[in-house]
């Protein structure tokens, strides 16, 4: 006769094989298997991320709260509709919106001289008139730089001897925080800086009013200049925005350097996640005009700098097809020295564990690294969430884990890390998940496995284009497929090491930007 497992159970007990513990394993481990089962693990990350949107997204509901339509206001009111036509992609301003716009600003502009409109001016949202006005200033100089005709020959090109590049946006840490947008416009004024050494001069714009420039970007430049003493256009060959669409600081530079034709005007593109998610990054008219003054900036460079075949794809509208377009991928900026140390960090509390790549954005979409950890049984595996995120954003992923069975103990928050320490984590870790709903370029891949350690990441073309196609990358609003994927791959890392290596060798190699950029300037120098 069969017996029944409490029966089974009660057995082994009396004859000694088993303990309390074992008697309680199997309704244990039932209840966890529930827990983490992928229905729950999706409902809870719903749950907590507004019916499917990101953790992140729900923190930046509440600090950036959506406009109400402002009567008063023609900017507001025009606002919705060109953001409407936008349908989440990057789009220049049309004839049509072109006269909107205008007329609207216009209206403004008038209401400000009338003494009895002052008070309703001053509470209108000031800075989205001036931002609405850069738009306009930038739409006519593209059409002004398109329709110019220079009947002069262009100067002698050895009497260009100058290069500048626009660092400004790189003084201030507070502008442009330390993230893969600042390192990116490192790499690129390093390389430039090294494959012109010998043969032109390197002038840096930067901004008095800002702190100092650090030393190591420093020393690549030949001389520093400001807007009020720029070398006259006629020596300069080249201007180059290495920060470009994510640059703070934008305002129009003379008009000499616009329309001298011996001036190549060269801009870094990333990508057009602002557009892609345009309801949270564009959400109130000024952030709006903000970010369509910069995608119109763009339209006015000969040369654009991108950082991948699907950002490519991006950038498509906001050019004409007279611009070149060079893909240079990006760069791991850690030091040989760096990634070769195998010290741990004092910080971190497991022997064990994985690392979760993110920001305070919410695209990074930190909560589905969270819920798909969740998974994991192993208690001696930790979670490291790597990034600036707010206080409110790691409550919300511990609430997460707690309601899928994972304490807080088994979740660590490391940042502001130095290139050291990035290294020593990256090095000791199991895993890198990185389960972001958009990515220009993705380096944390490039610096995860330089680093000796595999992926886990969202599907995304990005992350295709590196490291695809294969089962370590599954949808990013699907925590529970991405929690599959760290299981498999936490059981054979070395394997899924080697796969990742040989495909990322196929599609990245270590100094191609330097190769892209060298190309690049042998174009126009020569």
């Given at each position: 006769m069969r017996l029944s497992l409490s029966q089974q159970i009660i057995n082994l007990y009396r004859r000694g094989r088993a303990d309390l513990r074992v008697i309680r394993h199997p309704v244990t481990s039932m209840r966890h298997h529930w827990r983490t089962s992928a229905p729950v693990i999706r409902s809870r990350y719903f749950e907590y991320t507004a019916l499917g949107q990101p953790l992140e997204t729900v923190i930046a509901a509440r600090l950036l709260p959506l406009h109400p339509p402002d009567r008063s206001d023609p900017i507001s009111c025009l606002w919705r509709g060109l953001a409407a036509n936008r349908k989440n992609r990057p789009k220049l301003l049309s004839?049509?919106?072109?006269?909107?716009?205008?007329?609207?600003?216009?209206?403004?502009?008038?209401?400000?001289?009338?003494?009895?409109?002052?008070?309703?001016?001053?509470?209108?949202?000031?800075?989205?008139?001036?931002?609405?006005?850069?738009?306009l200033n930038r739409y006519e100089l593209r059409l002004q730089i398109a329709n110019y005709?220079?009947?002069?020959?262009?100067?002698d090109r050895e009497a260009r001897t100058k290069i500048i590049i626009d660092v400004r946006g790189l003084q201030d840490y507070n502008l442009v925080p330390k993230c893969g947008s600042r390192t990116h416009a490192e790499t690129i004024v390093r390389a430039i800086s090294e494959n012109t050494k010998s043969r032109k001069q390197r002038v840096f714009l930067t901004d008095s009013k800002l702190p100092e420039l650090n030393n190591w970007l420093k020393k690549y430049a030949d001389q520093f200049c400001t807007l009020a003493n720029m070398p006259t256009a006629s020596e300069v060959?080249?201007?180059?925005?290495?920060?470009?669409?994510?640059?703070?600081?934008?305002?129009?530079?003379?008009?000499?350097?616009?329309?001298?034709?011996?001036?190549?005007?060269?801009?870094?593109?990333?990508?057009?996640?602002?557009?892609?998610?345009?309801?949270?990054?564009?959400?109130?008219?000024?952030?709006?005009?903000?970010?369509?003054?910069?995608?119109?900036?763009?339209?006015?460079?000969?040369?654009?700098?991108?950082?991948?075949?699907?950002?490519?794809i991006e950038l498509e509208p906001l050019v004409d097809p007279s611009v070149?377009?060079?893909?240079?991928?990006?760069?791991?900026?850690?030091?040989?020295?760096?990634?070769?140390?195998?010290?741990r960090l004092p910080q971190i509390p497991f022997p064990r564990y994985a690392v979760a790549v993110g920001n305070a954005l919410f695209h990074k979409n930190l909560a589905a690294a969270a819920a798909a950890f969740s998974r994991n049984?192993?208690?001696?595996?930790?979670?490291?969430?790597?990034?600036?995120?707010?206080?409110?954003?790691?409550?919300?992923?511990?609430?997460?884990?707690?309601?899928?069975?994972?304490?807080?103990?088994?979740?660590?928050?490391?940042?502001?890390?130095?290139?050291?320490?990035v290294s020593s984590m990256l090095t000791n870790a199991e895993l890198v998940i990185i389960p972001s709903f958009h990515e220009g370029f993705s380096l944390p891949v490039i610096e995860a496995i330089t680093h000796g350690t595999p992926v886990v990441a969202s599907n995304i073309s990005?992350?295709?284009?590196?490291?695809?196609?294969?089962?370590?990358?599954?949808?990013?609003?699907?925590?529970?497929?991405?929690?599959?994927?760290?299981?498999?791959?936490?059981?054979?890392?070395?394997?899924l090491l080697r796969k990742q290596k040989k495909r990322l060798s196929q599609s990245w190699h270590s100094g191609q930007v330097d190769e892209k950029i060298a190309e690049f300037l042998d174009e126009i120098l020569n």
């Open positions: 004839d049509l919106e072109y006269r909107e716009l205008k007329a609207a600003v216009t209206k403004v502009q008038n209401s400000i001289a009338d003494e009895e409109a002052e008070t309703r001016w001053n509470n209108l949202d000031s800075r989205a008139f001036l931002c609405a006005e850069q738009t005709a220079n009947e002069k020959l262009v100067s060959c080249l201007l180059v925005d290495p920060l470009g669409i994510g640059n703070p600081i934008n305002e129009i530079l003379p008009t000499e350097y616009c329309f001298d034709k011996g001036v190549n005007k060269a801009t870094v593109w990333l990508d057009a996640i602002a557009a892609t998610y345009s309801n949270w990054f564009m959400g109130n008219p000024d952030v709006f005009f903000e970010w369509q003054s910069r995608y119109e900036m763009v339209a006015t460079n000969q040369w654009v700098l991108n950082l991948s075949p699907s950002s490519k070149r377009v060079i893909t240079t991928g990006s760069e791991n900026s850690t030091t040989e020295e760096a990634i070769n140390t195998t010290d049984t192993n208690s001696a595996i930790g979670l490291i969430v790597w990034g600036r995120i707010t206080r409110q954003q790691e409550l919300g992923i511990e609430a997460i884990c707690a309601h899928l069975r994972v304490p807080a103990s088994r979740i660590c928050y490391l940042s502001n890390l130095s290139e050291n320490e990005a992350h295709q284009e590196l490291i695809g196609p294969g089962w370590w990358l599954q949808p990013p609003d699907d925590p529970a497929k991405l929690g599959r994927a760290v299981n498999r791959a936490l059981k054979d890392p070395q394997s």
